[in-house]
Each structure stands twice: as structure tokens, then as C-alpha cells.
């Protein structure tokens, strides 16, 4: 970056000198890392970087990314480098020219600078004087030697460095202040380069240069951290800089972090044991996290155990680490489950599992033998409060209660992740049980929801299942469906009720094993296309008279009275179990898992980083805010007194000054100086 003078005096010509070839070429590679352009191309990538980096949270599991952005924008972002920005290979390369270019701009300009403090060029030619935009002249009615002494002592008393040159014809004296503000350019600079030479050195170029090498190689298996082999493994004295993350449950402990590279991991050991000793959360009243904190325990060899609180913003030094609070999550609850069957092995009665959260416990279905996989288990679930919800000035948010995620994983190795909620929630003015699915995580979920019964519970949902899994069951419900039909019909015949209960059976099994959409798969391959419709509404009718009567088998055994009719709450409570039912099929799992209760254990989110360049960052921040103090808040200001005394005996004058800020308050002080000294100096005006 050039550093432009402020002033332009004419002090006598110097002869050009042609330099050699090779002085060229390195004034010409000085010119281009010295140039503005490009300092300032460096500055605006990195601060692009910089604003990237600071939306985008860095250094995630890549699973957490594909979830946030889906395949595509995931793909792009990661070939960009934005998910370890500060670490990327392109952003360093930045930071490095950045700092090359800074650096050869104080290298350039560091001298000039120092004459343009030192300098008073009291050589300056009248000429020179005469062309400055703020310039005066008078004729003083004292002797030269007279005006120079007036001149001086108040120049002196204004706060002015004064140096004075007599000439053969003249005399100059030259005044100058604010002289810092120069300083103020080799500061701002000099900050730059500190900063970028912090950032490189937490950069952990060492590092890369191993994975580069292949020397290290990350881990990308989800095994057990004793079993990660030497190579994913980093010593506390071969790593100078990190950011590690560890979930760490309560009255644990753990002398290692996680690196996270690209698809892997990389181990990092700790030289102490980090124990968490107590978390706390408090929520605000919509069930929102408030804050959070963490009771530590730091342990070292030959050294006294270190007992402190860290939280949010209030991070625990240890040693040149430092421990914050990053976040919360669950440390293994035990979670206890009523697995129902959806399949033909459908009861109303549930079996009940028990399986640690982040464990896997293999399922034995009739039909099946699945590994349930447990994921997550979030005890709070806060959602925004619909319009047909809110209640005047009510909270906005709500808490859903607890949720779990899960894997089920057929023997082939297919899963499919879930996602369920223990508590019924409100969806359309009713409540259900709701079960998520998804086939890969850059997928939403998609939900089978099962209707609440008069209890709160599914018990009435299941028992409707079983019964359409029962033959015995769905063949009577058929013969009452069929012999409904023909009374309403007014049809006679004495072998076709059980011809249409046959046919209505084999609807309901279509429907159980499909839903609808097995029922008009069936109409469109076996009825004309011109009676496709109407055949298919004619079915639709039979099915639902028969799972009618199947429903009512249910209310029977619940010991209610719908021979009286159905209440609205009955018939709303079918239509949604129907719909449940042909929502059974996509769902694609032989189970509904319900959460019955749970046991919870919480973990503490801990992220633990190193950086010795951060002392060495901050001094440059420092350097910075002076710089830009003196380069915004102190201006640097020359002023010229040129004495000469004329052949007739006057004592001519030529005052002139330049500033290079604030330059509004400096022509108003510059016209106060001019008044002050020509009232003191002169009775009259020169030409």
C-alpha cells in the first residue's frame, strides 16, 4: 500500500539514475506485493472469509452439514472449504500474501514515513509557499529579526516543534505537530501483519502438512476411542494447535478430544483428565434452555485437583487450554419403549425394551429380527405456538416434551432413522402419536400419525389393528358389511352374502397389507378402464362399512353402546385411525416404538482448543485500534513562516501551512494563527 504524501514541496531536482536490470525486476516484484490493489483484494477475500466463517459454525461432523444444506449445496460448500475455513488451504495461502504484502509496504514506506516526521524541510523555495491552498502575506513594521522572534515564541505556545534555516535572501522557520499521525500508517500495517502471523500460527500448518503426507490419517469408523489406531491418534506434544469437541455425561471423565477432519476424526489426547462433576440447565417458562453450566474437575500428574464452574462465555484456562461450555446433549439415558407391532403379528398388548441411548439392542418381531439403533433423546422439544393456539398475550413457544431418534437395521444392513415423540401432539385440533421417518438424514421426516384415544393412550388404535389382522375378525365384519349392502340394495339371493363378504375380505386384506393404494392397484388391474371409477367408489364404500364393523368390535370390547350410533368423537376417531392404517405401508417399519418412561442422563458439550497464537493476535488487535486512533483522531500539520527583508527596508512575510485531516478545523485554526501574527507583526497588507 503506497503511502501517499501529504505535501509537495519543491526542493531542488536530483538526477535520474537508470537502474541495472536486476535492481528492476525486484523493484517491479516490490511493486506488486506493495501494491494497493492487491492488499486490498486480500483484505475483502479475507473478510469475506472471515464473515463465512462466523455464519457458518466450523469444524461439524460432515453428517450435521448434510443435514443443515442436503446432498447438493453440502457436495459444493465442501469442495469450496467452508466447513474448516481458517484451515483451508486457500485461506491460508491468503493470509500468507496478506501479510507479504503488508509487509512489503512498511518495508517500502517505513523510511519515508520517518522522514516525513523528522523532516522539516526548511529548504522550502517561496514559489513552493506561494502554491499551498492555505498561504498569507503581509509586511511586518518590525525588523526581520523582530517578526522571527514573534514568530517563534507563538508558534511555540501553539504546541508547534519549531526548527529554522537562515538563506542568503531569507529565513524559514518551519513549525509541525500531530507528527504521530504518520505513526498511525506503520501501526495499522504492522497490526496486520501480528494478526496474520497469529493466524498462521494457529493454523496448525504442521499438521496438515502429516495428513498430507499421510502420516496422519483420520478415522472414520464409529468405534470406541481405545480401539482408534496410532495413525487417527495425536499426542498432547506433537499437536501445538486444536479445537477439540467432547460430549462428556455426568460423574465422567475423559483425557482425549475430537478433531474433526473431513469425513473423520482424529483423537487428540489431553495431558489431564477433564471430569464432569455436575450440569445444570434452567429453562425459561416455554421450556426453552435459559443457561447452562458445567461443575469440572481438572486432574493432572504430581499437581492438586483444580474444582471450577464454567458456562457460557466464562471458560475454564488450564495450562495454556482453555475449556468452554459449547453446548448440552445426552450422556446415554435409558430409555424404556412399548414396541407395538403394525405387521399381521399386530396385538394390543405391547412388549417393553429397555435400551441405553447411543446403544443397540436387537428387536425379535414375528416377521422380522431388527437392531434398534438408538440415536438421540432431547427431553425438551420447543415449537413456535400456532395462530388457532395462541391466547391473547400467552407464550409464543411451547414444549412438545421428550423425543428420541432411532435406527431400525434389517439383517441386510437397510435402516431407516425415526424420530418419535413420547407426548401426543396437537396437529389439526386433534392429538396423535407421532412416529418420523426419513432414508437418509438429507431427507425431512415424514410422519405416521396414530389418534389418541379417550385414555391418552393408542390402546384403542392397536386393538383396531389387531382386529384387522385377524381373519376370524375381518371375516365376520365382512358378512355384516355384505349383508348391509344387499339390504340396502334390495338384492336377493341365498349364496350371495358370502360371495360379497369374500370379496369385501379380500379388500380389507389388501388394505391392511397396502392401504388404498393396494386396493386401486387391484382395481386397475383387474376392472375395464371405462367402470374403474365406479367400481373403485364401490369398493372404497364395502372397505369402510367392514373396518366400520371392525371398529365397532373395538368399542364393544371397550364396553360401549354403539349400537346407538357413533358420537362425532368416535367418528372422528375412525376416519383418523384410517388413515393411520394406510399410512402403515409407507411408513415401512413392522413397529411403532412408544416412549413409556425414560431415565436421563445428561452430557456437557465441551470444546477445548489451543491456540498460541492468540496472545500474538490480540497484541495486533491492539496495534490496530492505536493505529486507526492516530490515524483518524491526529492530524499531522506543517506550517512555514518565511521572513525576508526587502531592499527598501520592509520585513515581508509568507505564512503558509497543509494538514492532512480534520483539514475544516485546521483552515479555521490557520486563519486564527494568520490574524494572531500579522496583528502582532504588521500594520499594513502587502501587495
Known sequence: ??????????????????????????????????????????????????????????????????????????????ELGLYNIYGS????????????????????????????????????????????????????????????KIALAYLKSRGYRIHQKAHEKHTVVAAM??????????FTHAAIVVICIGALIDSNIPLKIAEFRGEVQPETRNIDARQVPEVSRLSAAENSAFRGNISLPEKTYTDFVNLYVGEGYLIQELPFTIKLQDFRIEHYASGQP???????????????????????????????????????????SLLHLNVWPLDRSATSAPETVKVAVYDSEPLQLESVTLSLELGDFRRNN????????????????????????????????RAREFLNYMAPVLRNGRYYFLSGVRDSVAEEFHYLAVPVDEQGGMTRFMHLLELLHNPRQVSEAALRAANHFLHETQIDGELLPNS??????????????????AVTDHVLSTVPEPRQEEVGSAYVRLLRSALKNLYIDVLVREGLAPEVG?????????????????????????????LARYEEIQASNLQVTVAPGRDTVYVGCVLLVVGIFMLFYLSHRRLWVMVTQGESGQTRVVFAGSGNRNTADFEQEFEAMRADLKKHSSTQDGA
Request: hydrophobic fraction near 40%; charged fraction near 20%.
Open 1 to 78: 500500500m503506497s503511502q501517499n504524501q501529504n505535501t509537495n514541496i519543491d526542493e531542488g531536482d536530483a538526477p535520474s539514475v537508470k537502474k541495472p536490470l536486476k535492481n528492476r525486476s525486484r523493484s517491479g516484484l516490490l511493486e506488486f506485493f506493495g501494491s494497493m490493489n492487491l492488499a486490498i483484494t486480500l483484505l475483502v477475500a479475507v473478510a469475506i472469509a472471515a464473515v463465512i466463517g462466523t455464519v457458518l459454525q466450523q469444524g461439524l461432523p460432515y453428517k450435521d452439514y448434510i443435514v443443515k444444506f442436503g446432498p447438493f449445496w453440502f457436495d459444493v460448500f465442501k
Open 382 to 413: 420447543i415449537q413456535p405456538v400456532t395462530a388457532a393456539q395462541e391466547d391473547g398475550d400467552g407464550p409464543k413457544f411451547q414444549d412438545i416434551g421428550p423425543s428420541f431418534t432411532f435406527k431400525l437395521r434389517r439383517p441386510d444392513g
Open 500 to 517: 360379497v363378504a369374500r370379496s369385501i375380505e379380500r379388500l380389507v386384506t389388501l388394505f391392511a397389507t397396502g392401504g388404498f393404494g
Open 177 to 186: 505537530k500531530g507528527e504521530a499521525n504518520r505513526l498511525g500508517y506503520l
Open 566 to 594: 357413533l358420537s362425532n368423537a368416535e367418528k372422528q376417531f375412525f376416519d383418523d385411525a384410517v388413515n393411520a392404517i394406510d399410512g402403515i405401508s409407507p411408513f415401512g417399519a413392522p413397529a411403532f416404538l412408544q
Open 89 to 148: 488451504a486457500w485461506f491460508l495461502t491468503i493470509v500468507a500474501f496478506l501479510l507479504t504484502s503488508t509487509a512489503v509496504c512498511i518495508y517500502r514506506n517505513a523510511p519515508i514515513i520517518y522522514r516525513d516526521m523528522t523532516h522539516f524541510r526548511v529548504n522550502v523555495q517561496e514559489k513552493s509557499l506561494r502554491a499551498f491552498h492555505l498561504k498569507a502575506q503581509w509586511v511586518a513594521n518590525h525588523s526581520s529579526e523582530d517578526t522571527l
Open 290 to 332: 435459559k443457561s447452562f453450566e458445567s461443575d469440572l474437575i481438572i486432574s493432572a500428574p504430581n499437581r492438586p485437583p483444580l474444582m471450577q464452574t464454567i458456562a457460557v462465555n466464562h471458560p475454564l484456562s488450564y495450562d495454556g487450554y482453555t475449556i468452554y461450555q459449547s453446548g448440552f446433549g445426552d450422556g446415554g
